[in-house]
């Protein structure tokens, strides 16, 4: 690292006035003077970062990564001041010399209008810098910090997304919609009817961007396909008499928020607000994708003989054949692929709940993406629906499958805390169609 | 410290369930089921907080103290790592090690609903019982340091108060008017006429609570006496023909954010926002107290011949020879005050420009806090006004003399920086005054 | 009346040019350039009255009544040819010809901004120009009519009154309330606290000032005393406990509204509002002074003896021995009042309830306004209360007695039907007191 | 007229319960008891109205007619003594009785919840059927004269329609654009963008439906096409620098409102807003559709002979030989119309010319509403546009041609007046082109 911190210096330094020139204005920010010039000088840091191609966006962090890290011999004499005495000057002096200089900007440029959507968009960058260059995962650490800390729950306000809602956001939903595409305003208009619900956290300092929104339909059943939410033209059912709120959708919209917990808090605030709203309400839960399924699939249906479990292994030959060794080539003719997929129906759900719950030899539970958000958060993987999401996206992804997660909420700490420590929660119908042997 | 440790832990432990079953709830909501459990273990907890009198908060303090700061050891060895290769790797580490596990707990309190205002709250609690427990100066590091980012400039909202603002605001405003006392409702409403104005910051996680508020003048020349500024009766100005705005007085409401910059960013957010509203306003002065001047001129009198400067000496035995040994005596009679100080005009003013400037030997420059506060902004001392304050609290204070300090855009940064390093700024008849020899 | 036109024309010709140019402005204004000319017109039409002082203002006003009358022979004219066949054709146009031109006048002064306060205050001016001139009534008919059209409840918003009302307003309330004069800020904050509401009627054109506003009381029991209601100090109660809802004030804000209904609405909208909040409530009553008792039974305390009817001749004498010829001298000291009115107490309510309900001979029954305006509502006199208001103004009014009305929802209609047909309804207990003999 | 009144009374008789239950209603409402009932009865009656289909609704409106005119007699009497002295007291008798009583029912029926709404509605219905019975005009001449006086521009609010306006509202504005035709939200979005302004007309009694909006674009020269306009993919322009406001469609929403002057007022105080935000816009006009020159034009082509006007039947033949009888059958091929049309260009913007300005023989001047609209307004005939609307809309009205009104705000009142005279305000050029001989 040390020799990575030369090597940048020598590149940063190499290209020209404008990553220069940001870099000395983010060092007088941090000064005395800075702490002086009030947001202005904030202001015209963030217009110089505008300025800057991708490329310098690179230098930029690179910067940040070596000239505001902190000083490692003296975090070191704090750390030996502290663990002789455990006094709180020492222990004071130590977190001042440890928090990396760059979190202070980073507070600082937050100062100035518009400060907070700059800083995001600012990660939002860096993320996609992070593989090229894993050094600049420090830097990434004390965005990712102060996120989580200024993205509190406590400070995100929760609107109920309506046909009453400026248009500007109703356009934003449309975009970020990253599960079931929205087909234009018709559709959105039905997804915001009486029988649906779609509520989103906003923050106080990005008032015109929402930051996650999920999507809910309230229903007499729990679902088991995905086509009857969505459809455009059916009729608008009584809300005060379902008994199911079934969460159908949950998106970011913000790429720069990667890992500040929203999800979680945004399903819990919803769970309360429709519980107080709709007192017959007595179940709540998902239908979800399985967004790994195929991915899984696909190399053990090419060396099926390759697998130890017997019983794996035999589901996955019987399904090779059928399938052949590509299975998401289904996918593009959806209206035929029902047809071929149903003689396999029981040993695909076998192979996908063994995904979900089981997983392959020295493999770690549940690779899946969504089932890890659900089970962390608390919920219990309920059931296994078979063509429950015919369309193109759903066959590509799991062959038409999804799942019901189940949030009740007198489970939900126990459920986290057993998922934390390595223990799959689902119902027995499920647990019993893993190959587990 | 260590020992101290063992002690308060008998402390907490020998005093009964509250605080053990608080601390309790604490270690859980740092724990996994604490993040599942979504907003409802923050409000559980802050509940058992407010149950706590008065002795139980300062062992919950000592609790936070010793039970939730970094392990000395490990901080050690991940600072030894880090020194060792600079690692990002290793930084992230020692970063999460370094950071006492409280700043977390307070951010997951801070989920709660109302989770801000009890922080703040438990600040100010924490506060008063620094000078008792000063082993709580850690935890109050830690406290000030998630303040200070979660009540950051660009998260707060400046809020013009005026007649049109709901009453149960503007009665914080006459209860934490700390300058010039608000008598009554008239008295407010003069205050908040067409010819002054009253703008506060708020943070939008504590709505209904003004954070801090400044109130400014607008006039046609730099006031030399508050009295005026103040009078009920006074006819209402024109603001469009003002050329002169004087900051009266600013008041913090929110004593657990003490040491968290707010005046400095309101001051100049507000000279930004009369700039543009009434280009002609060219100054923007403060008339403001010297509330430490008769504190430190009373040892001066009661001893003048120790005193090494011979002029200020001088000065010091002849104010002793009219005032007495204590001058504070004077403001029992605010009618005949004047009638007794007038004869000592000059010789007062010199002494106080010294204790503004000057001091008295080995004592550093301006102990007073109101010049500390506004020199440190970057405004400039510009003028000592003689019978200013008139008002029996202005005689205690300052033998009824005031200042004002004057905010110049473009020099503000200069100044701020100068008085970093010891310079005071300020105008030459003022220099002039102070009984440097 | 011909006559009269006559005078007034020379009167308005002869003051010069400010009345004159007025009435020109107000002829254009109905002509087609005033059509065309949007709200411009409007608008310095109304600023060159706004120049009138009182006198010239009356001179307006009847310039208004001669030259923006219907033609008396054209109406004539229209009225036969309608009489004649009844014809859809001949009501328009005698509709067109007997509406008086000014009330199209006023429909075009509206359209300027601030044309309805504007009007309010005219009207408030005509009505104070009444007595002198009665020829101006038919004047103040079109404004009535026209008042009653743009008032009318299906526009009024009811807002409810509490502390965070902005100051502007609550300063109205404090200065309009005209039952229990309010003493300041202090006494206005106790009612509006959790056990009081407080709800006015506002119009969309005037946003700042409120219409009416009436004050209640939620109590456990109907109350008897006004003092407990209005006490500073008392302490908030819990209003979801209450099973009474006492309305112990209602004030009007607009004198240019009177005859205009208001406080009919407010009260029965206020009754639903509370019910919907408040399902424990099951009564709604007032506390109501008796304003014209002590100026009816005045003449009657002086000559006792020409009373025609024996029983209520008996009880005047009784009273008149105590009290003398003018009771409301009493008042005078409200310490020792209550201490000689204490023997008269039976006498007293005996002749109470007679003015409410029975009257002196010749006269018609309850000559009280606020009896008239709750009777006319459809509420009932439930109670008569002995010593229920102590205050000066109580003993000046109705020598310290106060009435309950109560409004039962199914009961209204019936009741006010009932006191149109010239019946009294009152509780048993009441009427019994009444000396009808 | 009274032997219809007896007709109807049959009619209605005859035909069930509702109708007269609901007339039933309405006379209640209308007595002493409907007073009292406040808003509860209003309510009542306007559900059932809500109940009646169109058959029923039309007896309904002739029961108005005929149950609720002024008692001829009665007014007849009140017209002679108010004609035999014209005294206050006789006028406000005569204006009482004149007055028909279905005016009072609707102010009571408007006093209900969503009152303002069904009264709208109401009239949209009765204007349906005043073809069918004529003997409903006197009925709705009470609608128009009620509404006109609650819709008087000092009740409504301008609001600006922008991308931050809620979808309902959008929505609405899609479905009622009148002229050009919104293709969707993208059409809409453009139609919103920093170059374009679209205002409307609220009441607050209909906070939910807009009245009437205008589009409005902000360019750098008087239109003479309205393609550009539309072209959703234009780029948008600098709002700042543009010195032209072309209002390029005006739509009402309400059919209830037909009559009720509201469109003139709102293009006056469009002008004073954009004025008032662009100092450098110096020119407000429309580029309009004509949209009754084909139907003025088709007989004339027919039937050129018959022609007195000698220039007028020569251009009738010369059009009449190329675009045949039926000159609307142009529309069904917009892409190769223009060819057909140029060659009489300069003939038809003669014979278009005519039929705004000249117009045919014994006829008169200007049969075109949408030029009867502006030039009523003030606003002056200021070019006509060859090939300006290429739509088949634009063909089947006008050949293609458009023209452009302009308002001058210093000509405004003169113009109306001289156009309420009879005399058309045109440019010289336009005028030139006219056939008048």
Not at 144 to 167: C, E, K, Y
Not at 244 to 266: D, E, H, K, M
Request: hydrophobic share 45%; charged share 25%; aromatic share 8%.
């Amino acid at each position: 690292m040390f020799d990575s911190v030369q090597k940048h210096a020598a590149l940063i330094a190499r290209d020209g006035l404008k990553v220069r020139r940001l870099i000395g204005r983010c060092h007088k920010l941090l000064s005395e003077r800075g702490e002086a010039a009030g947001v202005s000088l904030a202001r015209e840091t963030l217009a110089l970062y505008r300025e800057l191609d991708r490329k310098e966006q690179a230098r930029f962090f690179l910067a940040l990564a070596t000239e505001f890290s902190p000083d490692p011999q003296k975090v070191l004499a704090a750390a030996q001041a502290y663990a002789q005495d455990g006094s709180a000057e020492h222990l004071a002096q130590l977190n001042k010399l440890a928090e990396p200089p760059r979190q202070e900007l980073l507070r600082r440029l937050n100062r100035a209008p518009g400060g907070m959507a700059a800083i995001v968009k600012m990660r939002e960058r860096l993320l996609q810098l992070l593989k090229e260059y894993p050094e600049l995962a420090a830097v990434d650490w004390d965005f990712h910090h102060l996120l989580s800390s200024w993205f509190n729950p406590g400070f995100l306000q929760i609107i109920r997304v309506d046909w009453r809602t400026p248009a500007y956001l109703l356009e934003q939903i449309i975009a970020h919609e990253a599960v079931h595409e929205i087909q234009g305003w018709n559709d959105l208009h039905r997804r915001l009817e009486a029988d649906r619900r779609c509520f989103a956290f906003f923050h106080p300092a990005l008032p015109d961007e929402p930051l996650i929104f999920v999507e809910v339909a309230l229903v007499e059943a729990m679902s088991e396909k995905v086509a009857p939410l969505l459809a455009v033209d059916a009729p608008s059912g009584d809300p005060r008499r379902a008994t199911t709120a079934v969460f159908y959708s949950i998106s970011n919209c913000q790429p720069g928020l990667r890992g500040v917990s929203l999800g979680n808090f945004l399903i819990k605030q919803v769970v309360d607000l429709l519980s107080a709203e709709f007192p017959r309400l007595k179940r709540f839960c998902t239908l979800s994708p399985i967004p790994g399924f195929v991915g899984w699939l696909t190399p053990l249906l090419k060396e099926p003989d390759a697998i130890r479990r017997p019983k794996l292994a035999q589901a996955a030959q019987a399904a090779a054949q059928v399938l052949g060794a590509d299975p998401a080539r289904l996918a593009a003719d959806p209206a035929t692929a029902f047809e071929r997929l149903e003689p396999l129906k029981e040993v695909l759900m076998q192979l996908c709940a063994t995904y979900l719950i089981g997983a392959k030899d020295g493999e770690d539970p549940t690779p899946d993406p969504v089932a890890r958000f659900h089970l962390n958060n608390g919920a219990r993987l309920e059931r296994l629906n078979w063509a429950a999401d015919t369309s193109k996206k759903g066959l590509r992804q799991s062959l038409g499958m999804m799942v019901n997660y189940v949030y009740e909420p007198g489970a939900i700490e126990r459920n986290h805390e057993q998922f934390v420590h390595g223990k799959i929660i689902a119902a027995k119908q499920v647990r019993a169609l893993a190959l587990t042997s």
